[in-house]
T-cell receptor, first 113, second 112 residues
Framework: AQTVTQSQPEMSVQEAETVTLSCTYD???????LFWYKQPPSRQMILVIR????KQQNATENRFSVNFQKAAKSFSLKISDSQLGDAAMYFC??????????WGAGTKLIIKP | EPEVTQTPSHQVTQMGQEVILRCVPI?????FYWYRQILGQKVEFLVS????????KSEIFDDQFSVERPDGSNFTLKIRSTKLEDSAMYFC??????????FGPGTRLTVT
């Protein structure tokens, strides 16, 4: 069974700085999708970025980018120019072959003004 | 921009009562899901629904749970006899063919 691990329960970063959130996963599949979701205090789950495993190019979405290392099964999220509105829980998730999302435990991101 | 909606935003119920959580997925999406998140814990998959039937369900989704898509737009999750441990945020999600799941704002269920 697939598993997703986020080893950082909490991270903090100074406003305008860059922060990287870690995620590793375990799978025997060769084709899959990976996602980062943001959950602010409202608890709404917001899609941040996605990566297709068959693509070597790392996904980028404005200030958000990923470092996808397929062989190492690593999928980290980099947030550049951190803003106060980025403060939230961030979840890494893996879409399995049954189209279910398998979730990490989350990383709480704190932005220091 | 279309979005997934869920009602109610917060439901308080007594143990043993039935609850129905409602969702309106994005209209041209094909797959529908329910997930739950107990406070402070991981998000857990409950059930997926495709082509008007359940496609997958987790161990959590026992006989107390059921889903319906009664009218082609609403997607409901029913818990027949709630337990204290059913207290959680329940998220509905829908997915087009592009494999991105779009989530509703969640229903916070409190069982007393």
């Amino acid at each position: 069974a697939q598993t997703v691990t986020q080893s950082q329960p909490e991270m903090s970063v100074q406003e305008a700085e860059t922060v990287t959130l870690s995620c590793t996963y375990d799978t025997s599949e060769s084709d899959y999708y990976l996602f980062w979701y943001k959950q602010p205090p409202s608890r709404q789950m917001i899609l941040v970025i996605r990566q297709e495993a068959y693509k070597q190019q790392n996904a980028t979405e404005n200030r958000f980018s990923v470092n996808f290392q397929k062989a190492a099964k690593s999928f980290s999220l980099k947030i550049s120019d951190s803003q106060l509105g980025d403060a939230a829980m961030y979840f890494c998730a893996y879409l399995d072959s049954n189209y279910q999302l398998i979730w990490g435990a989350g990383t709480k991101l704190i932005i220091k003004p | 921009e279309p979005e997934v909606t869920q009602t109610p935003s917060h439901q308080v119920t007594q143990m043993g009562q039935e609850v129905i959580l409602r969702c309106v997925p994005i209209s041209n999406h094909l797959y529908f899901y329910w997930y739950r998140q107990i406070l402070g814990q991981k998000v857990e998959f409950l059930v997926s629904f495709y082509n008007n039937e359940i496609s997958e369900k987790s161990e959590i989704f026992d006989d107390q749970f059921s889903v319906e898509r009664p009218d082609g737009s609403n997607f409901t999750l029913k818990i027949r006899s709630t337990k204290l441990e059913d207290s959680a945020m329940y998220f509905c999600a829908s997915m087009p063919r592009t494999y991105e799941q779009y989530f509703g704002p969640g229903t916070r269920l409190t069982v007393t």
